[in-house]
């Protein structure tokens, strides 16, 4: 079964930058798209961003788009996001999560949680000053 734990989350100043891990046991992320979500007090879950298995092949959303860069060593079975320029409107639990093998060539960011079976349990990422 496979399985996905977050880290890298905790407390920075507006404009400062994060890097979140999400490491993958139990099985391979290899044909897997893997995305990013987040969820702020009192708001619903949101794709962040998304990647694809092979090709470099990924997307964000335009709240993020310029500042949030997700990638992933299939090597070492993890996916990265790292943060810059972070504000305020950031802070948020994000959760990583993966699909069923499929190697897909391109993925949504929007409206797309059913398509990932696997979460991890979030890591808390707070901006403040």
């Known amino acids: 079964q496979l399985q996905l734990v977050e880290s890298g989350g905790g407390l920075v100043q507006p404009g400062g930058s994060l890097r979140l891990s999400c490491a993958a046991s139990g099985d391979t992320l290899r044909g897997r798209t893997v995305g990013w979500f987040r969820q702020a007090p009192g708001k619903e879950r949101e794709g962040v961003s998304c990647i694809v298995y092979a090709g470099g092949g990924a997307n964000s959303a335009d709240a993020v788009k310029g500042r949030f860069t997700i990638s992933r060593d299939n090597v070492k079975n993890t996916v990265y996001l790292q943060m810059n320029s972070l504000t305020h409107e950031d802070t948020a639990v994000y959760y990583c999560?993966?699909?069923?093998?499929?190697?897909?060539?391109?993925?949504?960011?929007?409206?797309?949680?059913?398509?990932?079976?696997?979460w991890g349990q979030g890591t808390q990422v707070t901006v403040s000053s």
């Open positions: 999560a993966a699909t069923e093998i499929q190697y897909l060539t391109f993925c949504p960011v929007e409206g797309t949680e059913k398509r990932y079976p696997y």
